[in-house]
């Protein structure tokens, strides 16, 4: 024994310094090449295009670009590279960067969706395919994941991301970044990740997209920032400023979030790049006078590379950056910095080794069709949310008659691909009437008509489908958003259903016949009458190429729904901001307390709280039981709890834990979700879920915002969402 121990740390030794050796041999090649390099080829690092013309051909031989993006063709990006490698006077190859969100041309479903999934183990695995893939098309960094928190559903950009919870969305920002980096950014079918949009973007004003952001530091460091932290602390190699002002000082030119916690205190090494144009749009904030102030605020800041900026005119760091040095308002030791960030990173994946795409090994390697059908496939079923399902409607029986399937999302290979889809393959988009042919025998009849469109006073067909409804057993009714209503630049005001898609649904309902809706969608929607006289709705997102497979499953029950809201449902426009982990005030909602806050004239509670998503079992909870109930502040807690499947179907559940603290020297939120861990049972199993609460978990930000674990007692709450929770009680001592 004493002799493979010895083994083992001799060997755990021996790659301790290799890695130690690889890190200075990595910084002197940095420090050797920037040593030969021109003013002017360092500002050419700190450039990136969206598009080759014969004068940015002439820059890359001058060494005067670093980056392009939005070019996903290899054998381009081969014949670009090869100007930079073989014909510039250093031979710094270039960094192809594009918005890979979810998928390149295997599309899975929208960031907000996988989420749903609560599985971070299969986002990873998502992530890894849409890295080969994009990979194998010339691409070797991606503008992903977002991990903006939102709590407004009326910013279009919800989609992207992970919904309302920081820590849900830490541990999704982890997950992605792993999949996309790998465990060797090297690897060739690695491509580098890019955290965005740093910071607080998905604070803005109105949830009206490129708004203003104003919050307490508290706010964003409680919030906004861990999800950045999270993806800094897997390794993300570089993340996007936001086009937002945060506080009174633009975020791509905000030092202190960009240099004082990113670099000094999260020791993050990689580069920022701003998000298009947010360079140039400080002249916008007014913050800059001119493009040259903006270059000059937006590098001090810490931005180190300038996407697109001003593609009119060139960029904002080219014209600018050479005079700044010169007139003596920017060192050229910053300007050093910045590059060598850049030059870190395309070091570390591998560009200066291997340059250009590699058809061959891709072609040799690559994963397999089956593979990537199967991930997105379970991927899609795990993001789809069981809303209700009054009196067991679902799942329906495969031998049903007739069913009417009806709908503008129904038949539709374009829109289930939502927004951000890369290199969406159309064709390979299995829509709901495909996926239900797929399950069912011949011998049931599916009466298809597509009703209405997404959104716009087109009645035409209402009245054939209310006839095919009324002649068919039951109905499933496919509505919600054109995959272009939600992501950049999509908020609206009214987030109900589009069009006269209710309108439709209402004259349908008087049919009296059985109605599923299935809703399709890149934010929640406010459903009230939905929720109120459907049987059974689905809420499905944009779930990619699987679409109509994943719901025929869950539809006829060949898989048990399992997802849960990463964000809540409001019953109006009315109840936003709404979201779970809200402070208590001096005088909390009380609905027999007209002095109290609270709407007047809407519930105090959600349409569909955070967590929430129904089964077509049911599980319970009891026995939580605590390893001890009094604990120093560096002590642990060991929580365990009993969650049986008392149904009849086997499923899978979320196990959800939250914690309050009672009291505290500032105010605290009513709970927060802290972990969680999804279980498959069968029916009549029962399983001990084990949970660890350690003293980080406890921890906040004083009032001098020093992160500390404050005496007092504190609540541990678990259960299947964020309001069904059993709960139990320890005390933190001194």
């Not at 019953?571 to 779970?580: A, D, N």
């Amino acid at each position: 024994m004493k002799t493979q121990f010895k083994f083992l740390l001799s060997f755990l030794i021996i790659i301790l310094h290799l890695r130690i050796y690889a890190q200075v041999n990595e910084e002197q090649k940095i420090n050797d090449l920037l040593s030969k390099m021109t003013l002017k080829e360092k500002i050419g690092q700190l450039v990136q295009f969206s598009f080759v013309n014969s004068e940015r051909e002439e820059l890359i031989r001058e060494g005067s670009v670093g980056s392009f993006l939005n070019i996903t063709n290899p054998k381009e990006v081969n014949r670009i590279q090869k100007i930079a490698v073989e014909e510039s006077r250093l031979g710094i190859p270039l960094i192809i960067g594009q918005d890979v969100i979810h998928g390149y041309n295997t599309t899975f479903p929208i960031p907000l969706g996988e989420t749903a999934s609560w599985n971070p183990e299969l986002v990873k695995k998502a992530a890894e395919i849409a890295s080969w893939e994009a990979a194998s098309n010339g691409v070797h960094w991606t503008f992903a994941p977002m991990v903006d928190i939102a709590r407004d559903p009326r910013w279009g950009r919800i989609a992207e991301g992970s919904g309302e919870d920081p820590y849900l969305g830490s541990v999704m920002a982890d997950a992605r970044v792993r999949g996309f980096q790998g465990n060797n950014l090297k690897e060739k079918r690695n491509i580098v990740a890019c955290a965005k949009h740093y910071v607080a973007y998905g604070e803005a004003i109105g949830g009206k997209d490129y708004n203003t952001v104003d919050m307490s530091e508290r706010m964003l460091r409680e919030v906004y920032l861990p999800p950045f932290k999270s993806a800094v602390d897997a390794g993300a190699g570089t993340l996007m400023s936001a086009f937002n002002d945060l506080n009174g000082i633009p975020a791509s030119a905000n030092y202190f979030t960009l240099t004082q916690i990113l670099r000094n205190e999260w020791g993050f090494d990689g580069f920022v790049v701003s998000d298009w144009n947010s360079i140039g749009e400080l002249v916008n904030h007014r913050f800059a006078k001119d493009k040259m102030e903006a270059a000059l605020k937006g590098l001090t800041a810490g931005v180190d590379m300038d996407m697109a900026g001003d593609e009119q005119t060139g960029n904002v760091y080219l014209p600018n950056l050479e005079s700044l040095v010169k007139n003596g308002l920017i060192k050229e030791e910053l300007i050093n910095e910045s590059v060598k960030r850049i030059l870190r990173i395309k070091y570390r994946i591998g560009l200066f080794d291997h340059p250009y795409i590699d058809s061959v090994y891709f072609k040799q390697n690559f994963i397999s069709k089956e593979e990537r059908e199967k991930v997105a496939l379970q991927l899609s079923k795990e993001s789809i949310v069981l809303l209700k399902n009054e009196d067991e409607l679902l799942p329906l029986k495969k031998d049903i008659k007739s069913i009417a399937l009806i709908g503008p999302l129904a038949d539709n290979q374009e829109d289930p691909t939502g927004p951000w889809s890369t290199a969406p393959i159309f064709e390979n988009v299995v829509t709901v009437l495909q996926g239900l042919k797929n399950k069912l025998q011949s011998g049931t009849r599916i009466n298809y008509l597509k009703g209405c469109n997404i959104n716009d006073d087109d009645r035409s067909e209402f009245d054939k489908a209310v006839k095919t409804a009324g002649e068919s057993d039951a109905i499933i009714i496919v509505v919600g958003e054109s995959r272009d209503m939600s992501g950049e630049a999509s908020s609206r005001s009214d987030i109900g259903l589009p069009g006269v898609q209710l309108e439709l649904i209402k004259r349908i309902y008087e049919t009296g016949k059985p109605i599923v809706v299935v809703l399709m969608s890149g934010r929640p929607l406010t459903i009230p009458w939905l929720s109120e006289n459907i049987p059974s709705i689905l809420e499905t997102w944009f779930l990619g190429d699987q679409t109509g497979n994943a719901i025929a499953d869950v539809l006829f029950g060949d898989y048990n729904p399992s997802g849960k809201l990463p964000v809540t449902f409001p019953r109006s426009v009315g109840q936003i901001p709404i979201f779970y982990n809200y402070k208590s005030t001096g005088r909390p909602p009380d609905e027999k307390n007209k002095f109290t806050s609270k709407y007047l004239d809407i519930p105090i509670t959600p349409q569909y709280p955070f967590g929430f998503g129904l089964s077509y079992t049911t599980f319970d909870y009891k026995n939580l039981k605590l390893d001890k109930t009094s604990l120093w502040k560096s002590d642990s807690v060991l929580v365990k709890i009993d969650v049986s499947n008392v149904g009849d179907v086997a499923g899978s559940e979320v196990v959800q834990l939250y914690i309050k603290d009672w009291f505290s020297s500032v105010t605290r939120p009513l709970k927060e979700l802290k972990a969680f861990n999804k279980i498959h049972l069968e029916p009549g199993e029962t399983k001990t879920v084990e949970f660890k609460i350690t003293p980080n978990m406890l921890s906040f930000y004083d009032e001098k915002m020093n992160w500390i674990v404050e005496p007092g007692k504190f609540d541990v709450m678990i259960g299947g969402n964020s309001e069904d929770l059993i709960s139990a009680t320890f005390e933190v001592t001194k």
